[in-house]
């Protein structure tokens, strides 16, 4: 007798996924038109791949519900394996005819009329891509051969600027009250248009429970002011406790940002507890200041580690693991170069003074412009500085993070980025403020095509995989305060 085997029978869009996304991402995976999709979705019954293991069976429908579709595993009783496309059998007439009366539909009903050759060997072909990776993660084995991932961002600045300046004017009219709600209108923009592997992010908070956590934010914010008008002592006590309930703070606002972000249906999660955020938010920084900033450089690693490190992809954690001298190398740059303008500025300052005062002592009012250029040059170096502080920190983010054996990568330059910043500050001063949406587009644009994903091996194997976690693992009764703190 031959083993069990099971076909994969198409259902329909999983409740709650957007329809047209699932269908086109469904279309993609199979390398079907949409009218060809759409008419597996509208028939009867659809069978997708028939006789595989119970084991590859159930991998295909996990695959199939990370892109929001439905699909069952169901057995059969059939000696030979079957193709995503039944090959047409002219001495089986008549279960042609009972699947036609029966109103099933199967991918020959929708690829063009070929022989019975090239059927096979168009559905073997149309299925190669999404069968590969569940029949190596069946067989134990991982290909090593890496593909490089690339992040993009699709928004563009004037969409952007429309759900922008209605935030803006709602939060206005409804005091603040509504910025719960353009919070999670601003998220869900960005990450919906951000792209790896061709699949984008997902953010699902609930306004409700950010608004929450903005009147506690509220609420510290005005006992912290006013506690300093009513008496010292009790301003001091209202710091300190503010200290103390900040690694709280932290903590859940992670927890709920991670649990309302997704990437191909599967939930992010936040694993750090408070003992851990007290370390490295307030325990390694005083350190850092009692050692006069020869431990800063701890301090930045401690953080990005417990940050990462907490984080996970379903139940994969990250890993972000790099040698301090890294962030020591960025320390030592930041303090050469600081001293290398501040003595050129203060003899640059010292010739433009004598020049204002004039050798015989009198004050030269034309001397007054050489100020300009010392301005200019001042914010020129700020700027530079801030811009390779930002990019230094971000390349040694994403270059020593993984995600199991996935290799972050990030290209992040100084130049491009201070074209970035500089562009973007004049655009908003020039514009009193209203190229802020147009900037931030320009932004997200830039980390995109400056970070990607090396994946080793299949990641739809990968995703598979971890879909089914995701689907195994209890949700839980959510934390009592499953609020969004942070503004």
Known sequence: MSNPQFEVVL???????????????????????????????????????????????????????????????????????LSLV?????????????????????????????????????????AERFQSGFESAQSGTDSQQKHRHQFLFSGVGFEYFKIWIVNILLSIVTIGIYSAWAKVRNKQYFYGNTHIA???????????????????????????????????????????????????????????????????????????????????????????????????????????????????????????????KEYYKMLLI??????????????????????????????????????IPIILGYLAFYFALGAYVVVAMANIHWNNTKLQNHQFESDWAVLSYLGLIVTNTLGILLTLGLFIPFAKVRAAAYKANHTALVVAGDLDGFIANKLEESNSLAEGVHDLFDIDISI
């Open 198 to 324: 061709d699949a984008t992010f997902e953010y699902t908070a609930e306004p409700i429970k950010i608004l929450k956590g903005r009147l506690i934010a509220f609420a510290l914010y005005v006992a912290l002011a006013f506690s300093g008008h009513i008496s010292p002592i009790l301003s001091l006590v209202v710091s300190i406790l503010f200290l103390v309930f900040l690694p709280w703070i932290i903590v859940n606002s992670l927890k709920f940002n991670a649990r309302h972000t997704s990437y191909r249906n599967i939930p992010f999660r936040f694993h750090g507890t408070i003992g851990g955020a007290l370390k490295v938010f307030i325990g390694w920084p005083i350190l850092g200041i009692l050692s006069l900033g020869i431990l800063f450089p701890f301090v930045w690693k401690k953080q990005t580690q417990y940050i990462t490190n907490n984080h996970s992809y379903s139940a994969e954690p990250f890993v972000f693991d790099v040698h301090v």
């Open 86 to 126: 039944p090959i047409d059998n002219p001495s089986n007439e008549g279960a042609s005819e009972n699947q036609a009366s029966s109103q099933e539909a199967s991918a020959d009903e929708v690829a063009p009329s070929v022989s019975t050759s090239q059927t096979s060997l168009e559905a073997d072909t149309r």
């Open 334 to 371: 930041l303090i050469g170069a600081t001293v290398v303008f501040a003595i050129v500025f203060a003899m640059v300052v010292g010739g433009s003074v004598m020049a204002m005062v004039g050798m015989g002592g009198d004050f030269d009012p034309a001397a007054v412009l050489t100020v």
């Open 11 to 81: 259902k329909g869009v999983l409740a709650g996924a957007d329809e047209a996304k699932a269908k086109a991402d469904f279309a993609a995976l199979f390398s079907l038109d949409a009218d060809k999709a759409e008419r597996l979705f509208s028939a009867k019954r659809a069978v997708l791949k028939s006789g595989i293991t119970l084991d590859l069976a159930n991998k295909y429908v996990a695959r199939l519900a990370g892109i929001g579709v439905e699909a069952v595993a169901e057995a059969i009783a059939v000696e030979e394996p």
